[in-house]
């Protein structure tokens, strides 16, 4: 393995400790929700390096992501189930419902975390006083 290989391998593991941790994309220590399971809004900075997360904009990326990725898990998965096992609609829905619930809720800070981790990395200059004009 190049050395070059081993730098894309370190930046992608950096970015997914970040996302797992919901970590500051600068400083990798100061967390960037506000303190609560259930709040899913960014602090305004960071407690650590002062990065001002009102910059960041993953809008609604991350729960489209949720979204097509549950629905290609969880679908497949209730009819290879109704298939095999014939359950009642409502045990589908109180199953699939409260599993797509919990991991929705699971998952969303860190893959929040992960698109501002990656806009943070790939377009950096959101976060310059005198951004470049974009093409
Ligand atoms: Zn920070």
Partial sequence: MSSQDKNANNAILSLLRMALFCTCPKCHQGKIFQDGFLKFDLKEKCDQCGL?????????????????????LLVPLALIVEVKF????????????????????????????????????YRKSDWDDNPPPRV
């Avoid at 001002?52 to 290609?72: E, N």
């Avoid at 009642?88 to 991991?103: A, D, E, K, N």
């Fill in 52 to 72: 001002d997360l009102s910059r960041s904009d993953s809008a609604d990326g991350p729960a489209v992501f949720l979204i097509f990725f549950l629905g290609f």
């Fill in 86 to 121: 014939g359950w009642p609609v409502w045990v589908h829905v109180l199953v699939w419902g409260s599993f797509g619930l919990i991991l929705t809720l699971g998952a969303l800070k860190p893959i929040k975390s992960f698109v501002i981790a990656l806009q943070y990395k």
